[in-house]
């Protein structure tokens, strides 16, 4: 079975500096994505950014990149220039493009991330 | 492009109530989704329709959970009879179907539970 951790219940950082929120994931498979949603006090929750796990090269969205290790089953999501609005909670998540679960995405606790102006 | 549509907002209600949530997909989007998110973890699928059939419910409490989809399109989630370990917020997310579709799920505004 597909696990998702997320080892930081919260953080907090000061507007325009960078944080790095961590993921690490288990799967006996070699085909996969993964992806970062931020979900505002608001509750809805929007995709960041995706990683598909057969690229090597790290998905950048912005000010959002990623550092995927796939040895390490490592998918840590790098904030630069954080803004306000940035503060919510982040999920990691992993999904399987085949099989019965198919579609079942698979969410960690999430982190909370506060920027402070 | 309008969003995925949840109603209502919010919900409360006694326990051994029954409750019914629905959900409009992105139009076109052939896959929904229906989740349940615990204060404090991560949303967990409850059940997945493809067009108007059942991909995957594995997860879904049959016992007192139902779920349709009529005509491929909107769906609604239904509690019956509704326990205190039910209050959650209920996400509904939509996406285009096939590899594509694995890749981009969005998500609605959710519907907030509170059994009491």
């Known amino acids: 079975a597909q696990t998702v951790t997320q080892s930081q219940p919260e953080m907090s950082v000061q507007e325009a500096e960078t944080v790095t929120l961590s993921c690490t994931y288990d799967t006996s498979e070699n085909n996969y994505y993964l992806f970062w949603y931020k979900q505002p006090p608001s509750r809805q929750m929007i995709l960041v950014i995706r990683q598909e796990a057969y690229k090597q090269q790290n998905a950048t969205e912005n000010r959002f990149s990623v550092n995927f290790q796939k040895a390490a089953k490592s998918f840590s999501l790098k904030i630069s220039d954080s803004q306000l609005g940035d503060t919510a909670m982040y999920f990691c998540?992993?999904?399987?493009?085949?099989?019965?679960?198919?579609?079942?995405?698979?969410f960690g606790k999430g982190t909370k991330l506060s920027v402070k102006p | 492009e309008a969003g995925v549509a949840q109603s209502p907002r919010y919900k409360i209600i006694e326990k051994r109530q029954s409750v019914a949530f629905w959900c409009n997909p992105i139009s076109g989007h052939a896959t929904l989704y229906w989740y349940q998110q615990i204060l404090g973890q991560g949303p967990k699928l409850l059940i997945q329709?493809?067009?108007?059939?059942?991909?995957?419910d594995s997860q879904l409490p049959k016992d007192r959970f139902s779920a349709e989809r009529l005509k491929g399109v909107d769906s609604t989630l239904k509690i019956q009879p509704a326990k205190l370990e039910d209050s959650a917020v209920y996400l509904c997310a939509s996406s285009p179907g096939g590899l594509v579709g694995v890749a981009a799920q969005y998500f609605g505004p959710g519907t907030r539970l509170t059994v009491l």
């Open positions: 998540a992993f999904i399987l493009p085949y099989g019965g679960s198919q579609g079942n995405l698979i």
């Open positions: 329709f493809q067009n108007n059939g059942v991909v995957d």
